[in-house]
T-cell receptor, first 115, second 112 residues
């Protein structure tokens, strides 16, 4: 079956612009996660959705970052007034959340470059 | 706050060697621990997930162990191959099982 997909694969924008990054989770997965990975580092948690609601957004760095999942499937990460420090790979993952085994399956990521 | 550390940061070995990658975490109240592989410019591929009640998991040439009391996990790769060259990441689930904290990764190079 299809895995987690993310679009675009690459996004180049200018400082101050607004960007949207999209994630399509595995069909039927109720949980969706966003992570950010800077060069040479491990991914860092941003936000977690259970269904349509953000269950934990403690990892969002500031109020320029916002994410939605209006129908409990596709999610969009939105970044306003982008800064050069926002350049990173943004990873999305989804999981089924059954029992104690909650394997997260990751998409290929969107590489964001802010010039 | 959970912190996950991986040592070494980089490792280069000749083909055929057995090797061990180390992962340590500061908060032993983890739900599960997962090892991932990441190829350059790619996403993460899950290798092994160890539940908090387990001590190890095996898949082919890979064996991962978990010692919660000492805050450590190891990934053992037997008979390494050039195709094993990648970055290996360990990640600990929080006690609610819904958030991963990652280490910085170990970049492995297996030379033919």
């Amino acid at each position: 079956g299809a895995g987690v997909s993310q679009t675009p694969s690459n996004k180049v924008t200018e400082k101050g612009k607004y960007v949207e990054l999209r994630c399509d989770p595995i069909s039927g997965h109720t949980a969706l996660y966003w992570y950010r990975q800077s060069l040479g580092q491990g991914p860092e948690f941003l936000i977690y959705f259970q269904g349509t609601g953000a269950a934990d957004d403690s990892g969002l760095p500031n109020d320029r970052f916002f994410a939605v999942r209006p129908e409990g499937s596709v999610s969009t990460l939105k970044i306003q007034r982008t800064e050069r420090g926002d350049s990173a790979v943004y990873l999305c993952a989804s999981s089924l959340l059954t029992g104690r085994v909650n394997t997260q399956y990751f998409g290929p990521g969107t590489r964001l470059t802010v010039l | 706050k959970q912190e996950v550390t991986q040592i070494p940061a980089a490792l280069s070995v000749p083909e055929g060697e057995n090797l061990v990658l180390n992962c340590s975490f500061t908060d032993s109240a983890i739900y599960n621990l997962q090892w991932f592989r990441q190829d350059p410019g790619k996403g993460l591929t899950s290798l092994l997930l160890i539940q908090s009640s387990q001590r190890e998991q095996t898949s082919g040439r890979l064996n991962a162990s978990l010692d919660k009391s000492s805050g450590r996990s190891t990934l053992y790769i037997a008979a390494s191959q050039p195709g094993d060259s990648a970055t290996y990441l360990c990640a600990a689930y929080n006690n609610a099982g819904n958030m991963l904290t990652f280490g910085g990764g170990t970049r492995l190079m297996v030379k033919p």
